[in-house]
């Protein structure tokens, strides 16, 4: 069965500083690999996914991620925050030819000061 | 209307109350799914459909009972709940059981 950690349960950064959040996976085969971000009270809307291919990946909102094998990683990165992007962030895994089973981590939450 | 959409978007019951929870896709997806989100753990997969037949329950307990009656809508009926069922239900959407899901905005429902 395949599972995701994201180590930090929260971060705090600066407005204009860069990001990483952290995701590592556990799964047997090539994942499916995704970042959803959630605001306060919605539902949450993808910021990227990778299925195959370039391992660096580009999403919505200046965000991007790099998919790493070898470390079993997917962080999602951004080169300079803005206080729009305090929002708690999620990373998942499928099970290829089975995706619709995603696997989330818990959770990151993120604080921007000003 | 686009994307995905729920209501309601609040719901309060007692737990000897029956009512249900409303998802509307407008992407034209054929798989649907319910998700529940508690405090502190992550998203639990609840039920999958696609092509309006059930092809998921993750050993969800029977006071929840889902319903697709075509490949735009899913309900999910409530009878019975206990406190700890209240949590934010999402549903989300997928072009087939492979594809990406997009979410709806949930609905957060509180069991007295």
């Known amino acids: 069965a395949q599972s995701v950690t994201q180590p930090d349960i929260h971060i705090t950064v600066s407005e204009g500083a860069s990001l990483e959040l952290r995701c590592n996976y556990s799964?047997?085969?090539?994942?499916?690999l995704f970042w959803y971000v959630q605001s306060p009270g919605q539902g949450l809307q993808l910021l990227l996914k990778?299925?195959?291919?370039?391992?660096l990946v580009q999403g919505i909102k200046g965000f991007e991620a790099e998919f790493k094998r070898s470390q079993s990683s997917f962080n999602l990165r951004k080169p300079s925050v803005h206080w729009s992007d305090a929002a708690e962030y999620f990373c998942?895994?499928?099970?290829?030819?089975?995706?619709?089973?995603?696997?989330f981590g818990k959770g990151t939450l993120l604080t921007v000061n000003p | 209307e686009t994307g995905v959409t729920q209501t309601p978007r609040h719901l309060v019951m007692g737990m000897t109350n029956k009512k249900s929870l409303k998802c509307e896709q407008h992407?034209?997806?054929?798989?649907m799914y319910w998700y529940k989100q508690s405090a502190k753990k992550p998203l639990e997969l609840m039920f999958v459909?696609?092509?309006?037949?059930?092809?998921e329950n993750n050993s969800v307990p029977s006071r929840f009972s889902p319903e697709c009656p075509n490949s735009s809508h899913l309900f999910l009926h409530l009878h019975t709940l206990q406190p700890e069922d209240s949590a934010l239900y999402l549903c989300?959407?997928?072009?087939?059981?492979?594809?990406?899901?997009?979410f709806g905005p949930g609905t957060r429902l509180t069991v007295l």
């Open positions: 989300a959407s997928s072009l087939d059981r492979t594809d990406t899901q997009y």
């Open positions: 799964y047997g085969a090539t994942p499916y």
């Open positions: 990778y299925f195959s291919g370039d391992t």
């Open positions: 998942a895994v499928g099970a290829g030819g089975s995706n619709y089973k995603l696997t």
């Open positions: 992407l034209g997806h054929n798989a």
């Open positions: 459909y696609s092509l309006e037949e059930r092809v």
